[in-house]
């Protein structure tokens, strides 16, 4: 049995842990929300750098086995780093305009995700790989994370944001709208309200998490019993919100698992 990390700027991330514990039940896990700094797209490269690296570097003192990244921003600011420096799997997340531009029937793609992500070197990089007949319209949802960390995904104030960001994608008439950033799949049904069923949705969740199990069995920690592990909630903000956010947002029936709650304090 392993002891698995899930690190985000908040509660984003609680989209690929739900995925872990539908896929990978057995294990243990450390959720970390840095919501204290929430959101990280709108800071500075070197800041989420700095921030990702010591956040992971705790998580590997805690004794995880492996760590997800589950921030596309601190992905793409700092995956590098902290791979280089932690000698544990580190799977990361991206947005999946690979998928997308495989899925597309009409070679128009909209990718929501924050500023900071669409900016980065990581993202454009990629972006430079696929083919030149496909049309990415990149759209920053400023204003999108705040909301949902204040528990407000499917509120009033979230749609017209939500309708406005969405708007150019819309207007280039997309069939395909890639989540670029993982607190964005909490935003499905308000999504699909705007946009209808027409238009694919996706999220790369179910990949990052196939990306472990296969960390994990190269690593020999798979384990095959049905049982269900613990998952502790860890926030550098206020850890009695986040488990709360976690059975509201998760699907999961975390009744199941043995669960706990931590205040991170105050880590330098």
Not at 125 to 130: F, N, Q, S
Request: glycine share 8%; proline share 3%.
């Amino acid at each position: 049995m392993a002891l698995i990390g899930v690190f985000d700027s908040g509660v984003g991330g609680l989209s690929i842990l739900d995925e872990a514990l539908d896929q990978l039940p057995e294990h243990d896990y450390i959720y970390l929300a840095d919501s204290a700094n929430a959101p990280y797209g709108e800071k500075s490269s070197e800041w989420i750098a700095a921030r990702s690296l010591a956040l992971c570097q705790y998580l590997a003192e805690e004794g995880c086995d492996a760590i997800v990244v589950a921030c596309n921003t601190a992905t793409a600011e700092a995956i590098k780093d902290i791979r280089q420096k932690l000698n544990i799997p580190i799977i990361g997340v991206e947005p999946g305009i690979k998928p997308a531009a495989m899925q597309t029937q009409n070679g128009i793609v909209g990718v929501l995700a924050t500023e900071a992500t669409l900016n980065s070197d990581k993202f454009n990089a990629l972006l430079a790989t696929l083919p030149a007949n496909c049309q990415f319209i990149k759209q920053a949802g400023a204003g999108l994370v705040p909301l949902i960390e204040s528990g407000e995904a499917d509120g009033e104030e979230t749609l017209e944001l939500l309708a406005k960001h969405l708007e150019p994608i819309q207007d280039a008439g997309a069939d395909t709208l890639v989540l670029g950033c993982t607190h964005y799949p909490f935003l499905r049904k308000a999504i699909r309200k705007l946009l209808g069923d027409s238009i694919t949705l996706i999220d790369t969740s179910e990949a990052v998490v196939r990306q472990l199990k296969r960390q994990l069995e190269d690593k020999e920690t798979a384990h095959s019993e049905d049982t269900c592990g613990s998952v502790l909630f860890m926030s550098s903000k206020d850890e009695v919100t986040l488990l709360r956010m976690a059975q509201e947002l998760m699907s999961s029936d975390l009744s199941a698992y043995a669960i706990s709650a931590k205040y991170l304090g105050d880590l330098q």
